[in-house]
């Protein structure tokens, strides 16, 4: 199995910044695609950003500018670098990560880190 956890959540002023990390480990032979994506309270589920392996990114509109997406193939890791945050972005963000392992290829999710951005 797979397992991702994140860590960087936290509370921050509008304006602020945050980084979030997901690591993935476990019966990985690679990695195709990791993301993230955020949940506020009562709102669907939303994409934020993705980054596939060879390096190609997406954002959702609303981030473009103010996020990053990275991620270090070596270390099954991916960071969102997350700069003038607004008070409509507090949510839960996941990490997801499309991985391919010797039983076949499927998408996994973490547990989820809380992001509150203060006005």
């Known amino acids: 199995q797979v397992q991702l956890v994140e860590s960087g959540g936290g509370l921050v002023q509008a304006g602020g910044s945050l980084r979030l990390s997901c690591a993935a480990s476990?019966?990985?032979?690679?990695?195709?695609?990791m993301g993230w994506s955020r949940q506020a309270p009562g709102k669907q589920r939303e994409l934020v950003a993705s980054i596939t392996r060879g390096g190609m990114t997406i954002y959702t509109d609303s981030v473009k500018g103010r996020f990053t997406i990275s991620g270090d193939n070596a270390k099954n890791t991916v960071y969102l670098q997350m700069n003038s945050l607004k008070p409509e972005e507090t949510a839960v963000y996941y990490c997801?990560?499309?991985?391919?392992?010797?039983?076949?290829?499927?998408?996994?999710w973490g547990q989820g880190t809380q992001v509150t951005v203060s006005s």
């Open positions: 997801n990560a499309n991985v391919r392992s010797w039983s076949g290829t499927r998408d996994y």
């Open positions: 476990g019966s990985i032979v690679s990695i195709n695609v």
